[in-house]
């Protein structure tokens, strides 16, 4: 069932852009200027605290504020090697970079089924941008795809050779087929231009400063444990998710874009749960009080869903460090404080 698909190991028939005069050169020394699309959001926040830590690293954040915000990357706002561009990626972008993390999508279904036409835009023009401004200034491009390019999937745990099983006209293909639009741009854009390109392929990722009520199924648990809220698990309960910690996450998609490979790579936990399981976990180590509530499910939600992350532990030496039993307390304390709902004693 898996179909022969890339492996990460392209060569373009086209020469190069000429890199930026950084790269490679005494000022590479001191600066690498990175652009991170989507940096005021979840993961992308999360990335700029990482690059930041590096202090030959001058990353500029572009963003537009429709899921991300202010708040998450407020501590870098007036830092000298900071900048952040109020940015809709649907419209060209004119800076010099080394680097782009091209990340600017909205993740949750709630927000991208809000503006179906909106989310396919960002996905195929939003790309289409980012890489003429990769291919103008001679930048190394990172897409943050998804596993919901595997759509439901027929073939179990999902190797990146996996085509896929999507549904191109459901409420969610706006983000799965934008996604796969994404990807085939990216590597249009590298065998026709010899744009360096990086493909990571996240599965479900959690971790502080998530969109509270964004619908994903850990914020959502998480919230309604603390609101004293029945957990609502959606039927059957059985379907499967991995769940990365956000520090994961950013560990490999910095690797993926210093390494050789171009993807697409499966970055993600491949430690499977069941939602009930995840609903009783959270209910445990939270608030063992609530109850477990079934509620009815959305189209095309996926039955499961695995990374096989062979390919990450051979090409970028990664895999995930953090249990969900050690990151879900993180979370925990990061929703309290922005809930406002102090630990029982
Ligand atoms: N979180 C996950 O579990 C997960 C899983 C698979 C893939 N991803 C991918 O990772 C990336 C980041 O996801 P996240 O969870 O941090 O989501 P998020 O919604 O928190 O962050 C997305 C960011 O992009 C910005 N954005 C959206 N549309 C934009 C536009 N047109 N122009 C400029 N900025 C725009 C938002 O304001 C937000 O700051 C996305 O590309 C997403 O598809 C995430």
Not at 84 to 107: F, G, K, S
Not at 111 to 134: E, Q, R, S
Not at 141 to 157: F, M, N, Q, R
Not at 286 to 299: A, G, H, L, R, S
Request: proline share 7%.
């Amino acid at each position: 069932m898996a179909n022969n698909a890339s492996n990460g190991d392209h060569k373009s028939s086209k020469p190069p852009p000429t890199p930026s005069p950084l790269r490679n050169s005494k000022f590479s020394q001191s600066n690498m200027r990175i652009l991170v699309t989507g940096g005021a959001g979840f993961i992308g926040s999360h990335l700029v605290d990482k690059l930041m830590e590096n202090e030959k690293n001058e990353v500029i954040v572009a963003d537009n504020y429709f899921t991300g915000s202010k708040d998450n990357i407020r501590k870098w706002i007036g830092h000298p090697r900071f900048e952040l561009i109020r940015h809709d990626v649907t419209e060209p972008l004119l800076v010099e970079v080394d680097q782009i993390y091209h990340l600017a999508c909205p993740a949750s279904p709630i927000f991208y089924k809000h503006n179906p036409v909106k989310t396919i835009k960002t996905n195929v023009i939003g790309t289409l941008n980012m890489l003429g401004l990769a291919k103008r200034v001679g930048a190394r491009i990172l897409l943050t795809s998804t596993s919901e390019v595997y759509g439901d999937p027929l073939v179990h745990p999902q190797p990146e050779s996996y085509w896929g099983n999507v549904n191109p006209i459901g409420v969610r293909s706006c983000y799965d087929e934008g996604k796969r639009v994404a990807e085939t741009l990216m590597f249009d854009y590298h065998r026709q231009h010899g744009i360096e390109i990086r493909i990571a392929r996240i599965f479900n990722t959690y971790g502080p400063r998530m969109n509270i009520d964004d619908g994903r199924v850990v914020s959502n648990f998480i919230a309604q444990a603390l609101r004293d809220e029945p957990l609502t698990v959606q039927a059957p309960g059985t379907q499967t998710r991995s769940f990365c910690y956000v520090s994961d996450m950013v560990d490999g998609l910095v690797r993926l874009m210093e390494g050789e490979n171009t993807g697409p790579i499966n970055i993600g936990n491949p430690g499977e749960f069941t939602m009930i399981e995840l609903a009783e976990t959270v209910k445990e180590l939270i608030n063992p009080k609530i109850e477990i509530k079934m509620v009815e499910n959305t189209p095309d939600d996926p039955r499961q869903r695995k990374p096989d992350i062979t390919n990450a532990k051979k090409m970028l030496g990664w895999e995930p460090k953090i249990k969900l039993r050690d990151g879900l307390p993180l979370m925990e304390a990061d929703f309290r404080l922005r809930l406002g709902v102090a630990k029982k004693l």
